[in-house]
Structures are given as structure tokens and as C-alpha cells.
């Protein structure tokens, strides 16, 4: 008989929320490493999906800046909600609080942008009820790198946590024994797109 136990520090489908911030057409364009912050989040899409953990997306002012990017929205399932907003904090949003209460995760994983502002915003928003917030730094970005890393320096200093897609898609997992397991290995194993900026 075994006496492992997983640690509580690592990320399962179980406590975990994936929350897919403002990744819209008419922002992307402008941001550092677009599209490497598409690739690593689609993946992250796509094994939150597989593994049932629970995706969010917001929008900002999506009149203005459009809708979420095609490679994305394809990868959002059915059931997660995609929330308009204008606040740049995603918990500003009545609905998250709403959706948040139906859920006890106690892990909110965050991508997208702008980091220095609405993930910003956002991450010290969920520090704030209590929540332990990750950020996928292959997959946030800010239209100028001083920007995300003062922002990513902030962050980590205030107790948020820093982790890449890749890591946080076999956390998930747990074990090369789970059914999902080499469809989680392939997704790894893709060749992220030449950064062209």
C-alpha cells in the first residue's frame, strides 16, 4: 500500500479555474508575442477541456475591440461562458461572482492581457478573496515588454504564483496512467508558431 500523497501546491482539474482574459482581434496585433500567447493558450483550451476543468473567458468592450480571436474561440467549449465586460478586473463582473460561488476550486489559473492591466487587476482581485492566482507566463502579454515585466515582477512579489502552459497541462494529469494522457503528451509535443515581431 502506498503513503503518497499528492501535494496541495499542485494544480488538479479538481482545484483549478481557467479564466481566458481579453484574447480579442483588434488587441492581438499590437501585442509582444502574439501569437506564441494563442498557441500556449489554445493548448491550455484544449486540456482544460479534455481534463474537465472549468474555463471563463472575458472580453473587453468587445464593440470596440472585437471579438475573441478565431483560434481561440474554437477552442471554447459550449459550456464555459464568455462575459463582456468593461471593468479591466474580470471580478468587477457581477456574473464571475455568481460563478464563482458555484464553484469551491481554490486555484484560478489566469492568460491573456494586457498583463500590466486587466490581468493585473484581476490576479490581485482574486488575491484578494482568499484565492491562490497562477499566471501562465508563456501565455500573457502586453503590448510593451517593460510593461508585462514589471508587471509579472509585481505580481510575484504580491504572492502569485508563476507557471508555463506546458507545466500546468501536465499538473492536471498527474500521472502517464490517466486515459487523457498522450492526447495531453501530443498537445505538449506541438511546435509553438516563429515569433514574427
Same mark, same amino acid.
Given at each position: ?45 484544449? $486540456? ?9 473567458? $472575458?472580453?473587453?468592450?468587445?464593440? =470596440? ?38 464553484? $469551491? ?28 492566482? /497562477? ?16 508587471? /509579472?515582477?509585481?505580481?510575484? $512579489? ?15 494529469? =498527474? ?20 515569433? /514574427?515581431?
Amino acid at each position: 500500500m502506498t503513503m503518497y500523497q499528492r501535494s496541495f501546491s499542485l494544480l488538479s482539474p479538481e482545484n483549478s479555474l481557467l479564466f481566458v482574459i481579453d484574447i480579442q482581434e483588434r488587441l492581438m496585433p499590437a501585442i509582444s508575442k502574439g501569437d506564441t500567447i494563442i498557441f500556449n493558450t489554445r493548448r491550455l483550451l484544449n $486540456s482544460a477541456q479534455l481534463l474537465g476543468v472549468p474555463i471563463f473567458v $472575458s472580453e473587453q468592450y468587445p464593440q =470596440g475591440l472585437g471579438a475573441t480571436v478565431t483560434e481561440i474561440a474554437l477552442a471554447i467549449p459550449e459550456t464555459a461562458p464568455v462575459i463582456a465586460k468593461k471593468s479591466f478586473s474580470i471580478c468587477a463582473v457581477e456574473e464571475i461572482e455568481r460563478e464563482l460561488e458555484k464553484h $469551491s476550486a481554490s486555484k484560478i489559473i489566469l492568460c491573456g492581457v494586457e498583463t500590466h492591466v486587466c490581468i493585473l487587476q484581476s490576479a490581485f482581485d482574486f488575491l484578494a478573496m482568499g484565492k491562490e492566482v /497562477i499566471l501562465v507566463i508563456d501565455a500573457i502579454g502586453s503590448r510593451f515588454p517593460i510593461d508585462e515585466a514589471t508587471a /509579472i515582477r509585481r505580481l510575484e $512579489s504580491s504572492g502569485v504564483t508563476l507557471a508555463t502552459a506546458e507545466s500546468i497541462m501536465f499538473e492536471w494529469c =498527474g500521472t502517464s496512467e490517466h486515459p487523457q494522457f498522450k492526447t495531453i503528451s501530443r498537445l505538449a509535443k506541438e511546435t509553438s508558431p516563429p515569433i /514574427i515581431r
